[in-house]
């Protein structure tokens, strides 16, 4: 009796070791088996798991999510992965991010790391089809933006039917003066939104031209008076970046008009896998 209850106590006291994981940053264009350092998630250090002709990068951990109430602690473990990404990248020249807290998991014999590899080489066409594609290419993030006072200023300048109506108002009364008014500014209102739709085919045309893919993204709220009329991420080779650059300078010389331009990045839009 006293044998069964030493057992049951034991038993009921154990702390169970936590499944083993691997939290996996990216898959590099190279076979090197290399540490980089604790440069990893709270300072875990980073190491590559190769498989043929391609590597994943890294760092052991519990195979349980990161999770946190604090977004201070979320963010400082958002820029730990992209700055290990962004190691890779500046290291190997073509890499695949991989989304934040991806991580590979022990299941029954096999280990975290078997599991790793097993999934390297069941993925290992695709991801090599992947790193061919974006292979010396680069991503772009831009965002065009109008000042909508500005473009209302224009508007009312140059549209004629808006004129016209301005000219009339100083003849009538103060309610049809009012009401006047209020078509006015219906007109401009529909104007204005013409003019957004046809302003971001017009640039996203010009855009298309010059990169390789582009994808669209939300658009952001105004931010210090301005309105964002289109967001997009850009795929584009190297040495034809500035081609991009000449197209986007065109723009932003509108009037009215300015441009956000920023990267080079690792293609995270085009390639995340996870």
Known sequence: ???????????????????????????????????LGKIGIDGNEVYTVPY?????????????????????V??????SH???????????????????????????????????????????????????????????????????RGVAQQIMRTNKEIQKMESEIAGKSKGLAYMHRQKIEGLLKQQMETGADAYFRDFFGRIKQVVDEI?????????????????VACLVERDKSQDLGQALDSINNLENFSVRFIGPWPPYSFVSRG
């Open 1 to 35: 009796m006293q044998n069964r209850e030493t057992i049951e106590t034991i038993i009921n006291n154990m702390v169970m070791a936590p499944e083993e994981g691997r939290y996996v940053y990216c898959i590099a264009d190279s076979a090197q088996s290399v540490h």
């Open 215 to 231: 994808k669209i993204e939300k658009t952001k709220k105004p931010e210090n008076g301005l309105q964002m009329i289109l967001n």
């Open 52 to 72: 043929n002709n391609i590597c994943a990068l890294v760092h052991k951990c519990n195979a349980e999510p990161y999770k946190s109430d604090d977004p201070e």
């Open 82 to 148: 992209d700055r290990v990404i962004q190691t890779a990248w500046e290291k190997w020249g073509n890499v695949l991010p991989i989304n934040f807290d991806t991580i590979i998991k022990e299941v029954s014999a096999n280990s975290a790391e078997q599991n790793l590899v097993a999934w390297l080489a069941g993925e290992y066409e695709g991801l090599r089809n992947v790193l061919q594609r974006v292979k010396n290419k680069v991503e772009f993030g831009i965002q065009i933006s109008w000042d909508p």
């Open 74 to 79: 979320v963010k400082a473990w958002v820029i």
